[in-house]
């Protein structure tokens, strides 16, 4: 149980275009869900935490009007890059917090991010 | 605020060997305290938590680690490790007597060699 996928798991984009990242949480219902960002052989920088119906709450340093981040079921959470540039260019996790299990956190797969 | 250190970037040893990985962490009030496990190109997996109790605590994979509160550590072991179990190793913690976000130590990479 508790499985947590993304989707895409890799892209490609030009520069300009927007991408749009999918976390789903596939057996349980996710009340929050957090979106990471990981450069190469780096740790993992939380971006923002967004919850169920609500806006979402975006680290400092992080452009909410750039990551536009949507939770708008208790199973999906979208992460959307816009006008992407080659600095956007990482590998972008998601996690999902069971609402019945507060102290953990599920992580998904990644998805990696390339801008040409 | 919180914060977690990882004194050591990468870690070298042989197969069957035993293994510590460090981390020490920071905060002014009470913490939960995680190790998760990072395979390439993937997502994180969890190793062991520890939220309250024993200070020993076990987790998948034959890994456990030791909560010291004096010491404010946090450390991963396993006495003897695998080929399989190359990865990067992440300590992290969440602050509070809620559930909070979690703070990422840098890593550790362990590599195991035959």
């Known amino acids: 149980g508790a499985v947590v996928s993304q989707h895409p798991s890799w892209v490609i984009c030009k520069s300009g275009t927007s991408v749009k990242i999918e976390c789903r949480s596939l057996?349980?219902?996710?009340?929050?869900m957090f979106w990471y960002r990981q450069f190469p052989k780096q740790s993992l920088m939380l971006m923002a935490t967004?919850?169920?119906?609500?806006?979402?709450?975006?680290e400092q340093g992080v452009e909410k009007d750039k990551f536009l981040i949507n939770h708008a079921s208790l199973t999906l959470s979208t992460l959307t890059v816009t006008s992407a540039h080659p600095e956007d260019s990482s590998f972008y996790i998601c996690?999902?917090?069971?609402?019945?299990?507060?102290?953990?956190?599920?992580f998904g797969p990644g998805t990696r991010l390339t801008v040409t | 605020a919180q914060s977690v250190t990882q004194l050591d970037s990468q870690v070298p040893v042989f197969e069957e060997a035993p293994v510590e990985l460090r981390c020490n962490y920071s905060s002014s009030v009470s913490v939960y305290l995680f190790w998760y496990v990072q395979y390439p190109n993937q997502g994180l997996q969890l190793l062991l938590k520890y939220l309250s109790g024993s200070t020993l605590v076990k987790g998948i994979n034959g890994f456990e680690a030791e909560f010291n509160k004096s010491q404010t550590s946090f450390h991963l072991r396993k006495p003897s490790v695998h080929i399989s179990d190359t990865a990067e190793y992440f300590c992290a913690v969440s602050e509070g007597q809620g559930y909070s976000t979690l703070t990422f130590g840098k890593g550790t990479m362990l590599l195991v060699s035959p």
């Open positions: 967004s919850n169920e119906g609500s806006k979402a709450t975006y």
């Open positions: 996690s999902a917090k069971d609402q019945g299990l507060p102290y953990e956190q599920y």
């Open positions: 057996d349980f219902q996710a009340t929050t």
